[in-house]
T-cell receptor
Framework: KAGVTQTPRYLIKTRGQQVTLSCSPI?????VSWYQQTPGQGLQFLFE???????NKGNFPGRFSGRQFSNSRSEMNVSTLELGDSALYLC?????????????FGPGTRLLVL | AQSVSQHNHHVILSEAASLELGCNYS??????LFWYVQYPGQHLQLLLK??????LVKGIKGFEAEFIKSKFSFNLRKPSVQWSDTAEYFC???????????FGAGTQVVVTP
């Protein structure tokens, strides 16, 4: 099976712009989660989508949003970019039964905000 | 606040030495536990996981972890490390069965030849 894929892999934006990142999960996986990884804060959960519905949300401002399509592909959007949004954004997909889900991660999108 | 703690931020050891990385969590109730590894320039990979049953779980590349419920711990071990084990190791907890993982801060492991 192909793994989780994320596009683009690298992105440079300037403050105030917005950005959209894409994630394609492993075939058959219906849950997609997003994480932000920074040297200072580590890995932090952004949100999770399951069957096109946001099922769980982390403590990030409303500038961070996401969605999931009927084919389970997911996008996350960050509006009005700030310098502190520079990070590696990771997507993970999971399958399995409810109490035994395992997340598999993609390579990430590295975002640099100038 | 609920959290996941990894005791060591940096570990340096020689090849063939034994490795043990500590992980404690503060969630009550049933949790799922994971160790992930991030090799230089690569994405997060699953090393092993614990859902239930035997508290000693074996993963890939000779790693194992022991779940001790009374201590809220899930420590990772490898009897003899190799240079290729140089990586950052993350402990993660899924406290509510949905797709949210709470990660520890990570431990950077450097294995010297």
């Amino acid at each position: 099976k192909a793994g989780v894929t994320q596009t683009p892999r690298y992105l440079i934006k300037t403050r105030g712009q917005q950005v959209t990142l894409s994630c394609s999960p492993i075939s058959g996986h219906r849950s997609v989660s997003w994480y932000q990884q920074t040297p200072g804060q580590g890995l932090q959960f952004l949100f999770e989508y399951f069957s096109e519905t946001q099922r769980n949300k982390g403590n990030f401002p409303g500038r961070f949003s996401g969605r999931q399509f009927s084919n389970s592909r997911s996008e996350m959007n960050v509006s009005t970019l700030e310098l502190g949004d520079s990070a590696l954004y990771l997507c993970a997909s999971s399958g399995g039964t409810r109490y035994q889900e395992t997340q598999y991660f993609g390579p990430g999108t590295r975002l640099l905000v100038l | 606040a609920q959290s996941v703690s990894q005791h060591n931020h940096h570990v340096i050891l020689s090849e063939a030495a034994s490795l043990e990385l500590g992980c404690n969590y503060s969630y009550g109730g049933t949790v799922n536990l994971f160790w992930y590894v991030q090799y230089p320039g690569q994405h997060l990979q699953l090393l092993l996981k614990y859902f239930s049953g035997d508290p000693l779980v074996k993963g890939i590349k000779g790693f194992e972890a022991e779940f001790i419920k009374s201590k809220f711990s899930f420590n990772l071990r490898k009897p003899s490390v190799q240079w290729s084990d140089t990586a950052e190791y993350f402990c993660a907890v899924n406290p509510d069965s949905w797709g949210k993982l709470q990660f520890g801060a990570g431990t950077q492991v450097v294995v010297t030849p």
